[in-house]
């Protein structure tokens, strides 16, 4: 049984950066894809970003294209998104999930396919 935590949310200034990690507990992580969703409070979830589980695609939203940036270490069982010029409307709970693809190189951020999800981390943007 797959399980994914994620770390690493908390509270930063608007221009801040923040890093936040999945790991993944199970069997090697390095045959799933994973993406990163994100929640408002009164909004529905949405997808951030994801990676393929050959780390050869990757894929984000518009509005964080250029100031985060998806990566995985297979080694460490763990993918990091690293969140910069952070923004007030970046505000939410993240959650990881992971996907497997019999074709490693899609990358596809529908929450609602996802095989596994995390609990997810809380990130708050405010001065």
């Known amino acids: 049984q797959e399980h994914l935590v994620e770390s690493g949310g908390g509270l930063v200034q608007p221009g801040g950066s923040l890093r936040l990690s999945c790991v993944i507990s199970?069997?090697?992580?390095?045959?799933?894809?994973i993406g990163w969703f994100r929640q408002a409070p009164g909004k529905e979830r949405e997808g951030v970003s994801c990676?393929?589980?050959?780390?050869?695609?990757?894929d984000y939203t518009d509005s964080v294209k250029g100031r985060f940036t998806i990566s995985r270490d297979n080694a460490k069982n763990t993918v990091y998104l690293q969140m910069d010029s952070l923004k007030p409307e970046d505000t939410a709970v993240y959650y990881c999930?992971?996907?497997?693809?019999?074709?490693?190189?899609?990358?596809?951020?529908?929450?609602?396919?996802?095989?596994?999800r995390g609990k997810g981390t809380l990130v708050t943007v405010s001065s």
């Open positions: 999930a992971a996907k497997y693809y019999s074709d490693s190189t899609i990358c596809r951020a529908d929450y609602s396919d996802m095989d596994y």
């Open positions: 990676i393929s589980s050959s780390d050869s695609n990757t």
């Open positions: 199970g069997p090697s992580l390095r045959f799933y894809a």
